[in-house]
């Protein structure tokens, strides 16, 4: 039986260490860093990049299981490593619905939705309202609204993530190591269009899975397996807690509950059930990042069959990811767990805990070298995967929604020379904002970013549902209904996030309407109204 905290620090002095890793570490990160920059050139070179469908959907061409990784690719960035693991840590499997209602919303996307974007022949979202509804006004806010949102919740959230385990692990420059990962996903982009991207996606699929699933398996072996692990979790309790004699840094009694009371904090099953499917729905169902490579598969056959497969790998994160946190916790209940706001300012730099570096240092702390360097390599992949995604669809966006109604008369070349010049401005706006991730340090990153979604997404949603599933519904009401979304969703977002959550144990001075109404409540009863206007 291990004892909670009894984990021995990894050696960081003497010759053959960079801050936390050693040299052999650095040798394998090195070693996959030139893979995979030789396998996304070697799909630039095969890809057909001298049109738009070559260069935006990868001529159409590519094979379910390439889709499959690439939606799971696109989808799990190192948000997703820092984030589920945090959440788990926090309050244990509950965050994993998440992931799990994406299952069905996959399924939607297969059989529901691509059929009638391939349909209408399009390549990006908003091109697709506008050929429903006519006229460009929707077009245009939506691939705006895209844009913004890619920039300051996707880059950002995925940078701030991978920043955290940059620091945790090497101690280097924070401004040079994500310049240097943000200028190799800006290169597949690049060159090579969305060939390159999803080759690189399915590369990096396998090796997250490979490295995750082995560090899953070491951290079960040292508490000493499943059952084990669940008893000791809710004993997970930093010294804070025990010698001042408070609640504060309990691990939640429902913490292996999926389905919760409708008054939890945390994840109402109201809000999961129905609040989360809108949001699911919008990014699965009508976002460029995911459409696009569902667009690029060969067929509709094989689109299905990438929704199916990316289904099913959507089950991995509960036990690769959510697991380890809570396992995390376990090892180390005073750095994880804490709950003292200056202990864990000192610790983490966020006096509202320190979830957030649950994956680090499970890593750091278990893997042996070389295996170290392996994960290091696995978190780089997924945010790397994430930004060549954004950065494609973003272009995307860019060049075939606004770029053309600027220049009405642009030639396919020029088009494709403003869709890799705008991947270099996103890059550039990229680095720029890493003061600003620095300064958001916080212990609710994936709360943060499901929270923003809420706010902004189910106007979106409900444009697009109707738009493919009611005749009746016309251009005035459809972009009436977005602007009132939008007002309504910045109203909620700025007055929430005008206000810092209370640490443990302070008084809470928010109105009631933001304490009490859960932000997955809100994303319902905001479709709820769209629909109805």
């Not at 290169?187 to 090579?192: A, N, R, V, Y």
């Not at 082995?214 to 010698?243: E, Q």
């Not at 959507?314 to 709950?339: D, Q, S, T």
């Amino acid at each position: 039986m291990v004892v909670p905290g009894d984990v021995s620090s990894a050696e960081q002095a003497g010759p053959g260490w960079v801050g936390k890793l050693h040299w052999s570490d650095i040798v394998v990160i090195v070693l996959y860093f030139v893979f995979v920059i030789f396998v996304g050139l070697w799909a630039a070179k095969k890809s057909k990049r001298d049109s738009l469908g070559g260069y935006f959907l990868a001529s159409r061409s590519m094979h379910f299981s390439l889709v499959g990784a690439s939606l799971f690719a696109s989808n799990i960035g190192s948000g997703h490593f820092i984030g589920l693991a945090g959440s788990g840590a926090a309050n244990g499997i509950g965050v994993a619905v998440f992931e799990l209602n994406a299952i069905f919303v996959l399924i939607m996307l297969g059989w529901l939705f691509v059929p009638v974007y391939t349909a209408a022949g399009v390549f990006t979202m908003p091109e697709y309202l506008r050929k429903r509804f006519g006229g460009q006004r929707i077009r245009v806010y939506l691939s705006v609204l895209a844009i913004l949102l890619y920039v300051f919740t996707k880059i950002s959230a995925d940078l701030y993530a991978g920043a955290i385990f940059i620091e945790q692990s090497l101690h280097w420059n924070l401004y040079a190591s994500t310049a240097i990962l943000l200028f190799i996903a800006a290169l597949f982009t690049i060159t090579g269009g969305l060939t390159a991207v999803i080759w690189t996606d399915t590369l990096q699929t396998i090796i997250m899975i490979i490295g995750a699933l082995a560090l899953m398996v070491l951290a079960f072996i040292k508490v000493g397996g499943y059952n084990n692990a669940i008893n000791i979790f809710f004993h997970s309790i930093p010294d804070t807690t025990i010698y001042n004699n408070t609640t504060c840094g309990l691990p939640p009694a429902n913490s292996m509950n999926l389905m919760r009371s409708i008054s939890d904090g945390n994840y109402p099953w109201t809000g999961m059930m129905f609040g989360l499917t809108i949001s699911s729905v919008w990014y699965w169902c009508s976002d460029q990042v995911i459409v696009q490579r569902a667009l690029a598969a060969k067929n509709l056959s094989h689109a299905k069959g990438g929704c199916i497969l990316a289904g099913y790998l959507k089950v991995l994160p509960l036990y690769l990811l959510v697991f380890p946190g809570m396992i995390a916790r376990i090892l180390f209940p005073n750095e994880v767990g804490c709950a003292d706001p200056d202990v864990c300012y000192k610790l983490c730099g966020s006096r509202s805990g320190c979830t957030n570096i649950a994956y680090p240092w499970l890593v750091l702390e278990l893997m042996p070298h070389a295996a170290r360097g392996l994960m290091m390599a696995v978190m780089m992949s997924a945010l790397m995967s994430s930004l060549t995604s954004i950065f494609n669809s973003s272009s995307t966006i860019f060049t075939v929604d606004i770029w053309t109604r600027i220049r009405k008369n642009a030639s396919e070349m020029e088009q494709l020379i403003v869709g890799r010049l705008f991947v270099i401005i996103l890059v550039v706006v990229g680095i720029l904002w890493i003061p600003v991730i620095q300064a958001s340090k916080g212990s609710e990153l994936f709360v943060y970013i499901q929270s923003i979604t809420s706010y902004l997404a189910p106007p979106v949603c409900a444009v697009y549902v109707l738009a493919i599933f009611w005749k009746r519904i016309n251009e005035p009401g459809a972009f009436w209904a977005l602007m009132v979304g939008l007002v309504v969703g910045l109203i909620r977002f700025a007055w929430e996030f005008s206000y810092s959550s209370p640490a443990c144990g302070e008084e809470d001075t928010r109105p009631n309407i933001i304490t009490n109404m859960h932000y997955l409540h809100f994303g319902k009863r905001t479709k709820v109204n769209k629909k109805t206007c």
